[in-house]
């Protein structure tokens, strides 16, 4: 399977693999899911209560999904303040921007703490513009953000800009300090052995093939169940399987290249710490570089899943390789020599306002779930994990009662509609995207098909 050097690595460190279920076992919680939500929340439910009988079903290793197969940049959420005050007014926003703040610390803290070496460098984010046509494209949210005293970003001049990139192309950027990277698959493999040690039972190569909804609900899986008093359904994209969820979400790909190591020549170009680097597309041009000198480039040019059924579509060779290291090579070009050692490809569950929605499974008391973190899930999780943890306790906090959860969320078309219409939108942002590189303008119709667009970093008020 095509899951990149990330998790390659991971492996070479920790290939240990948990027992599959066989027959039949009883626990206080189930869930479904072994990547950050599901490890984060059964962590953070441990430390309530060590008493508290936590299992965790995997389909794979845990990690071996979105967890591990990421960019492993960990921003926070103040860039989604408009979309949030639209949710849940001004207060709640500015509440939900401040514990995404606080979940970056958390796991440099966690990792510390837990001697995991997951290549944690809190190092900022560079948002960027690299064509004339993006330029202040964040102004809109930095004006609401001053109006309310809350802006994290720092303007820098354009040649501050081009030095933290290390990169030509760069014209123009804001700094945020408060983000971090991270190697994705060490992280969850790290998160795995701390949850084992705390007593988490894990089950890997545990496929769930049913969930009976009665009280209490039942985990079927191909050699045995799990009858618990609670469920969480931590499954990112492969969430899309239930009904109630499927339209909450596309299933798409991002896709990513690894350079081979050269150290020397990026800390002379200028891109020698951890910092995230994105530019202002809506298919978003992200990247960042590794401690031992490798750029690791994404942009999310790939495959939809039909009918969100993922089945083996994302663990075949990355389809846009050439095209995503053809962008990476357009910020790089006195790097034309260097060659691409990795590619892979990963599936998103992308949601229409690229937040993530919590809640209970059609109403069911027991069963709780998060979806539609939208590519953005490796600090998000860490603070969703407390909205996880009060949902299964049936607290009546500030958690359980935060505004993403029980969203009134925009839903996406059935199918074949949204298959469809998922591919014409994004290669006409494609199209859109790539003629203001030229600083021209796309026709009325490719206008239209990106005004369909889900909800990205740049703030669109009409989101």
């Not at 009883?26 to 009988?53: E, F, H, M, T």
């Not at 709640?92 to 070496?117: K, L, P, Y």
């Not at 069963?367 to 953005?376: E, M, R």
Request: charged residues 25%.
């Amino acid at each position: 399977m095509y899951r990149g050097f990330w998790y390659a690595q991971a492996l070479d460190r920790d290939g240990a693999l948990a027992p599959a279920l066989e027959g039949t076992t009883q626990a206080d919680v189930c869930i479904i899911g072994g990547g950050y939500l599901g490890l984060w929340s059964a962590i953070r439910l441990k430390k309530g209560n060590p008493a508290l009988d936590v299992v965790i079903i995997e389909k794979d290793r845990c990690g071996a999904g979105a967890s591990g197969r990421n960019g492993g940049l960990a921003n926070n959420w103040w860039a989604k303040y408009l979309s949030l005050m639209k949710i849940c007014g001004e207060s709640e926003a500015r509440r939900i921007c401040e514990a995404a703040e606080s979940a970056v610390d958390e796991i440099g803290d966690f990792c510390r703490e837990h001697n995991i070496d997951a290549q944690y460098r809190k190092d900022g984010w560079l948002w960027t513009a690299s064509n004339p046509r993006q330029h202040n494209s964040w102004l809109i949210l930095t004006e609401s953000l001053n109006k309310h005293n809350a802006n994290p970003f720092r303007a820098i001049d354009p040649e501050e800009a081009r030095a933290k990139a290390g990169s030509p192309r760069i014209l123009s950027g804001i700094f945020d300090p408060n983000a971090a990277t991270v190697q994705p698959a060490l992280l969850a493999r790290g998160l795995r052995r701390v949850a084992i040690e705390m007593g988490v039972r894990i089950f890997e190569k545990t496929p769930l093939t049913r969930l009976e909804r009665s009280s209490p609900p039942v985990v079927h899986t191909p050699r045995g169940r799990v009858k618990a008093n609670k469920v969480v359904i931590a499954m990112n994209a492969w969430g899309a399987q239930f009904p109630e969820l499927k339209r909450m979400i596309v299933v798409m790909s991002s896709d990513m290249v690894a350079t081979a190591p050269m150290k020397a020549r990026l800390d002379a170009a200028g891109l020698k710490d951890g910092v995230c680097v994105t530019d202002s597309r809506t298919v978003l041009n992200y990247w960042r570089n590794t401690p031992d000198g490798r750029i690791v480039f994404g942009k999310p040019l790939g495959q939809f899943a039909f009918a969100s059924k993922i089945g083996a579509l994302y663990d075949k060779p990355c389809p846009a390789a050439e095209a995503v290291e053809a962008e990476m090579r357009s910020f790089y070009p006195s790097l034309k020599d260097v060659p691409v050692v990795s590619s892979w490809t990963g599936p998103l569950d992308r949601a229409m306002k690229g937040l993530p929605n919590f809640g209970h499974l059609a109403g069911h008391p027991d069963i709780v779930f998060g979806i539609g973190f939208s590519g953005n899930g490796v600090a998000t999780t860490v603070f969703a994990s407390r909205i996880i943890k009060s949902l299964v306790e049936g607290a009546n906090d500030e958690w359980a009662n935060c505004g993403l959860v029980d969203q009134k969320m925009k839903l996406l078309p059935p199918e074949p509609f949204r298959f469809v219409g998922a591919r014409m939108v994004r290669d006409a942002l494609v199209r859109k995207e790539s003629l203001e590189d030229q600083d021209r303008d796309a026709g009325a119709v490719t206008r239209f098909l990106t005004s369909l667009a889900p909800a990205g970093y740049v703030p669109n008020q009409k989101k």
